[in-house]
């Protein structure tokens, strides 16, 4: 059973430029969370994707927008990058089940560097 | 709004020392409260949790007990061992709302043989 994968590993862009991140959910999950970790820092939650929709955010401005697929897999687009932007982005699935849903897979992430 | 701090690192045991990292949140409600490690390379893998009160989370050897009264949710260990090495979280989420977390900054175990 595939857990959470994410593509690519490892992207180098520069500053102004554009950024896709990819993400399949692990299997029988529904739900997908964009997290960006800053080096030395705990996971900053970004947004979260149910049903193809953006269902919360966090406090992210909007050149981070995302995209979820009828198959469940997951986007995540950064427009004009900033140096700031350099981070590891994490993605996380769940199954949208009752009162709290299910506990959070994560993959391995993306480490994006913004020159 | 919510927020989670921990006891800053690093934090460097020998093989079979004991294991305490704090772990202190400010929440509305009654968040429910977790443990994540991040193994170098790796993205996060939930440790441990618990969803109210005086609930005790554990796994692996790894506890942690939601304190209320004190806001804590202190990740305790008896014995560590060499491939406990890791990143260590502590992180919160709202009630009903599991996929949305906060996260504190981290702290880093280091564990000699």
């Known amino acids: 059973d595939a857990g959470v994968t994410q593509s690519p590993t490892h992207l180098i862009k520069t500053r102004g430029q554009q950024v896709t991140l990819r993400c399949s959910p692990k299997?029988?999950?529904?739900?997908v969370s964009w997290y960006q970790q800053a080096l030395g820092q705990g996971p900053q939650f970004i947004f979260q994707?149910?049903?193809?929709?953006?269902?919360q955010r966090g406090n992210f401005p909007d050149r981070f927008s995302g995209h979820q697929f009828p198959n469940y897999s997951s986007e995540l687009n950064v427009n004009a990058l900033l140096l700031g932007d350099s981070a590891l982005y994490l993605c996380?699935?769940?199954?949208?089940?009752?009162?709290?849903?299910?506990?959070?897979?994560f993959g391995n992430g993306t480490r994006l560097t913004v020159t | 709004g919510n927020s989670v701090t921990q006891m800053e690192g690093p934090v460097t045991l020998s093989e079979e020392a004991f294991l305490t990292i704090n772990c202190t949140y400010t929440a509305t409600g009654y968040p429910s409260l977790f443990w994540y490690v991040q193994y170098p390379g790796e993205g996060l893998q939930l440790l441990l949790k618990?969803?109210?009160?005086?609930d005790k989370g554990s796994n692996k050897g790894f506890e942690a007990t939601y304190r209320k009264e004190t806001t804590s949710f202190h990740l305790e260990k008896g014995s560590v061992q060499v491939s406990d090495s890791a990143v260590y979280f502590c992180a919160l989420s709202g009630a009903g709302s599991n996929y949305k977390l906060t996260f504190g900054k981290g702290t880093l175990l280091t564990v000699n043989p």
């Open positions: 996380a699935s769940s199954r949208l089940e009752g009162q709290g849903g299910s506990p959070l897979h």
């Open positions: 299997s029988g999950h529904d739900t």
């Open positions: 618990a969803t109210k009160a005086d």
């Open positions: 994707y149910y049903e193809e929709e953006e269902r």
